[in-house]
């Protein structure tokens, strides 16, 4: 089941705050947070885990809540290096089976 | 640089035909997995492999098909290529398990006239 990303797209000035969420309709167990810029390949920013724990990035923080099975994704005072795509993932339970999927996507353009 | 290695990195071909994406993991990521993405779609989860087993499967058509090997490269099959199989396929890698991050290749730009 693809995780629901919203807002689809995102225009700000640089030094503006954004958020980006993230929902699903499964429960989740760990959320993978991926940066894309056009015409590269996707790159890691974040894993949040259930439980709390928390893995990421120093200028990009984000929440995890079990129990809306929502994260959110927060970028403060953006900067043009911001711009791209973001991508949750919904992750894999451990050793077994392992789908990360991701949502559709949030495209955010910095601008001067 | 990721340490993930896709070949070719653009092909080339025509409908119908069949073609092998290649991909090598980063050295001891034990889990690969397929993405296809479509003209500014998002990525669409193919199929996973860990350690030489497919352990899930996506959206992935019966004309597709993978596999990994036991020096845990692993190859993307495509076969009777439609129009619409023209993406860019992205192969990534982790560690495995729910903590590990992955890491995406470049991806393969498969083009199909």
């Known amino acids: 089941q693809q995780p629901v990303q919203s807002p689809q797209a995102v225009i700000l000035r640089e030094g503006e705050d954004a958020v980006i969420n993230c929902s699903s309709s499964k429960a989740l167990y760990s959320v993978h947070w991926y940066r894309q810029k056009h015409g590269e390949a996707p790159v890691f920013l974040m894993i949040l885990l259930k439980g709390g724990e928390q893995k990421g990035h120093d200028k990009i923080s984000a929440s995890f809540n079990e129990k809306k099975q929502q994260s959110s994704l927060y970028l403060t005072a953006s900067q043009l290096s911001y711009s791209g795509t973001y991508f949750c993932?919904?992750?894999?339970?451990?050793?077994?089976?392992?789908?990360?999927?991701f949502g559709q996507g949030t495209r955010l353009t910095i601008n001067p | 640089d990721s340490g993930v290695t896709q070949t070719p990195k653009h092909l080339i071909t025509a409908t119908g035909q069949r073609v092998t994406l290649r991909c090598s993991p980063r050295s001891g990521d034990l889990s690969v997995y397929w993405y296809q993405q479509s003209l500014d779609q998002g990525l669409q989860f193919l199929i996973q492999?860990?350690?030489?087993?497919?352990?899930a499967k996506g959206n992935i058509l019966e004309r597709f098909s993978a596999q990994q090997f036991p020096d845990l490269h692993s190859e993307l099959n495509l076969s009777s290529l439609e129009l619409g199989d023209s993406a860019l396929y992205f192969c990534?890698?982790?560690?495995?398990?729910?903590?590990?991050?992955?890491?995406f290749g470049q991806g393969t730009r498969l083009t199909v006239v």
């Open positions: 492999y860990y350690n030489g087993e497919e352990r």
């Open positions: 990534a890698s982790s560690r495995g398990g729910a903590w590990a991050e992955a890491f």
């Open positions: 993932g919904t992750g894999p339970r451990g050793q077994g089976a392992q789908k990360l999927v």
